[in-house]
């Protein structure tokens, strides 16, 4: 059980400080390009959980479908990749990049989401 629980983290967890779900902070980067990741139905404490996510040339791309109670402290995306974080829009509005110790992350409240972040480069 430890083996599954640890393969489930790289997919999402929750965070005990704020109480997030964070997605995608254990998944490779080789993993996201092309057709990248797709999650669905994943069973969390606040619904079942689906998301797709990859990288295309400079843009990367995570859609979340709704149908999720959204956490107390919403969901956080982690910034993967070395360096600075591009441009990020969720639904086409402008987000904006939270630094903490770990690194930039964005914090989503409200799904369905399509976020879009703009200037990745490959590692």
């Known amino acids: 059980s430890d083996f599954i629980r640890a393969a489930l983290d790289l997919l999402v967890y929750e965070r005990e400080a704020d109480r997030a779900l964070v997605l995608a902070a254990g998944v490779p980067l080789k993993w996201l390009d092309g057709d ?33 109670t959204s956490p107390a402290g919403g969901l956080v995306f982690k910034w993967p990749y070395a360096g600075s ?22 914090r989503i409240r409200a799904l369905p989401a399509l976020i879009e972040i ?5 590692q």
């Open 85 to 106: 974080p591009g441009k990020a829009t969720n639904n086409g509005r402008r987000m904006r990049w939270q630094k903490n110790k770990s690194g930039d992350e964005l």
């Open 36 to 68: 990248g990741i797709a999650i669905e139905r994943l069973r969390t404490p606040h619904g079942e959980l689906s998301y797709t996510l990859n990288r295309n040339g400079t843009r990367l791309t995570l859609a979340i479908a709704g149908g999720l």
């Open 118 to 122: 703009e200037g990745v480069r490959s």
